[in-house]
């Protein structure tokens, strides 16, 4: 039984569904620099675990204003004066929403713009695909502000960047930005316009594809990351059995086999 999900229940997201089964969900506190309090935590921990069966094809996830994501709400964590206890469990709140981004099967691609620092780089780094403009910077500033990561910094940044880059990151608070932070894989893609155009025109073509392969693609990838080369080329066996056999797939294969498809070809 499929899910809705209902735009107008969201307060701190604005959430715009499309008719081609793209979704936007944009961050929607410019005025703090959309930092992530525990409200917007929440609403993407309940917008990225119904999207899987809610039909939602691909997800632009973009910030309003000029910044993508200034990260944690630090004026919240200031006034809230939290236990230990009480911050482990936000962070697995942030690990909740973050990991049904990154493993929920739906092709999540973002838009960055501005600042991309701290918990906005976590989130950022739970997409699928970045894209990244001209203003966008990427830093983790927790080493000056007395902090550490919390919402998976050290496994995705890491695995973006490299171990010695990012503990550079966080001891330093170093600034990446333009090509630089492309070449790092911040971002597999840099525009000198707007990055949210750049990320909609891909998440069109994403939704294009089938959406069992699409599922495949963002849950299997990562979780087979978790595994053993031994079982990771086993499940891999697994979950092709089942994508590759999908019915709907039949009339591309014909379409490939009558050569009305298209063909792979370097750009001219
Ligand atoms: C905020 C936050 C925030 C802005 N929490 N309120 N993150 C950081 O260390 C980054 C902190 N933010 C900044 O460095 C700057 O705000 C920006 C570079 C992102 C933007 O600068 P700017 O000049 O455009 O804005 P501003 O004047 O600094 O801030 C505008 C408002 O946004 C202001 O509120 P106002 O009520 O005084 O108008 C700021 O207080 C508010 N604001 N950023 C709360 N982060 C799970 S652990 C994760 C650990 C981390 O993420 S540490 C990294 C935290």
Redesign the pocket.
Known sequence: MPLTIDPDSFRNLKIEPREDGIWIVTLNRP???N???LETIEELVRFFSDAPRAGVGAVVLAGAG??F?????????HDADRSPAD?MH??LR?HEAFNKMEYGGVPVIAALQ??V??????LASSAHVRVMDPSTYF????G??G?????G?TIRVTDLVGKSRMIDMMLTGRVYQGQEAHDLGLAQYIVEGSSYDKALELAERVAQNLPLSNFAICSAVSHMQNMSALDAAYAEAVVAGVVNTQPEARARLAAFADKSAARVRPKS
């Not at 830093?139 to 927790?142: D, F, I, K, M």
């Open positions: 005025q703090k620099r930092a992530l309090d000029d910044h994501c200034a990260g944690l709400d630090l004026i919240e964590h911050f936000v962070c942030w501005g600042a620092v701290g918990g906005g780089l976590e830093a983790l500033p927790e000056q502000r902090l550490f990561t919390g919402g910094a």
